[in-house]
């Protein structure tokens, strides 16, 4: 979703001063249907591609993440290995009612996050791997 907010508003600013500017509405309204015409296969394919490619799984052992779009990686962190557990919802999560949840880990290769959650289905996943966590034995380092 954040794509509409890169290919939006350069199109709707050229397409605004294009009619507002007869002498310079040729070169502006062009660039327009350029940007337009690059962002719509952006926009309709990428979302579609996610959605089949983006998995996750949380068991009682630990929970499972792929996520790539030319470059998949599979990221497994063990219950035993979790530090923290976050939800994040930036400005466009919260236009539409999503969360991200972020499973910070001892790794050096960072947290693992799982985007696009529905907001209470978000929460309700932080919580169980908060009481998960809690009851698994370990160190989490």
């Excluded at 327009?32 to 591609?49: D, E, R």
């Excluded at 998995?55 to 052992?61: A, H, I, L, S």
């Excluded at 991200?100 to 919580?127: F, M, N, P, Q, Y």
Aim: aromatic content about 10%.
């Amino acid at each position: 979703m954040n794509a509409v907010l890169v290919f939006g508003p350069p199109v709707l600013v050229l397409v605004l001063l294009g009619l507002l500017i007869p002498p310079a509405r040729t070169w502006l309204l062009v660039p327009a249907a350029v940007v337009a015409v690059i962002g719509l296969p952006y926009l309709t394919v990428l979302p579609l591609w996610w959605y089949r490619v983006h998995r996750w799984e949380v068991t009682d052992d630990a929970v499972y993440v792929r996520a790539g779009y030319f470059w998949q990686e599979w990221r497994i962190a063990p219950m035993s290995r979790i530090q923290t557990v976050d939800t994040l919802r930036g400005p466009v999560e919260q236009a539409f009612k999503l969360s991200t949840v972020v499973v910070t880990t001892a790794s050096a290769k960072g947290a693992v996050k799982i985007r696009g959650l529905g907001h209470e289905l978000a929460a309700d996943l932080a919580e169980q791997l908060t009481r998960t966590t809690q009851a698994t034995p370990g160190d989490a380092t």
